[in-house]
């Protein structure tokens, strides 16, 4: 079973920050946060992972609290292209098999 | 950035033939690999790993002769799927990953089955 919680769907206008929040109170030290999405009849893409630091790249930023147990996601500034599926996942660094859960519906609408 | 190659794309066949799909790591070697299934508006439900040179681990409730694997390369891992029906009409998505980059698992672009 998967360990994230996130809500099923969001809505977020052009241009707006998009955040997506995921609950993941049973994490394990070792185990990541990965966020992952998924674009109608395509597989997954990668967007970010983190440990425990914030983490932030070309695509989003990582938010993840201090006791590790929830964590966002953020889209800056939002454009249609990023209507997706997004799911947050936890796994460890050891090659460890990655578990899906319902994900967010994110629209971004104009 | 590593790539995943997932072919066909798309495949229709009648039921009771076999299909074969491929998931090639391009520009790295994956000892691991997944396959995952994906019916419409469900998540990805992960059906096995692949081990290179071994074996692979199948989830509960799959059907190991039925959906059979073979990783027989570092960049080639095959999901066949024998004498399909139509309820193994599905999405298939493969993924692995590249151990010399910090990031996550790349998936293939997935491959369309429909079993007529």
């Known amino acids: 079973d998967a360990k994230t919680t996130q809500p099923p769907s969001m809505d977020c206008a052009e241009g707006r920050a998009a955040n997506l929040p995921c609950n993941h109170s049973?994490?394990?030290?070792?185990?990541?946060v990965y966020w992952y999405r998924q674009i109608h009849s395509q597989g997954p893409q990668y967007i970010i992972h983190?440990?425990?630091n914030n983490e932030t790249n070309e695509m989003a930023s990582l938010i993840i609290t201090e006791d590790r147990k929830s964590s966002t996601l953020i889209l800056p500034h939002a454009t249609l292209r990023d209507t997706a599926v997004y799911y947050c996942?936890?796994?460890?660094?050891?090659?460890?098999?990655?578990?899906f859960g319902q994900g967010t519906i994110l629209t971004v609408h104009p | 950035g590593a790539v995943v190659s997932q072919h066909p794309s798309w495949v229709i066949c009648k039921s009771g033939t076999s299909v074969k799909i491929e998931c090639r790591s391009l520009?790295?070697?994956?000892?691991?690999m997944f396959w995952y299934r994906q019916f419409p508006k469900q998540s990805l439900m992960l059906m096995a790993t692949?081990?290179?040179?071994?074996?692979?681990?199948?989830e509960q409730g799959v059907e190991k002769d039925k959906f059979l694997i073979n990783h027989a390369s570092l960049t080639l891992s095959t999901l066949t799927v024998t004498s399909a029906h139509p309820e193994d009409s599905s999405f298939y998505i493969c993924?692995?990953?590249?151990?010399?980059?910090?990031?996550?698992?790349?998936f293939g672009s997935g491959t369309r089955l429909t079993v007529v």
């Open positions: 993924s692995a990953r590249d151990a010399r980059q910090d990031y996550g698992y790349t």
């Open positions: 049973t994490i394990s030290g070792n185990e990541y």
């Open positions: 983190g440990l425990k």
């Open positions: 996942i936890t796994a460890g660094t050891s090659y460890g098999k990655l578990t």
């Open positions: 520009d790295f070697q994956a000892t691991t």
């Open positions: 692949s081990n290179e040179g071994s074996k692979a681990t199948y």
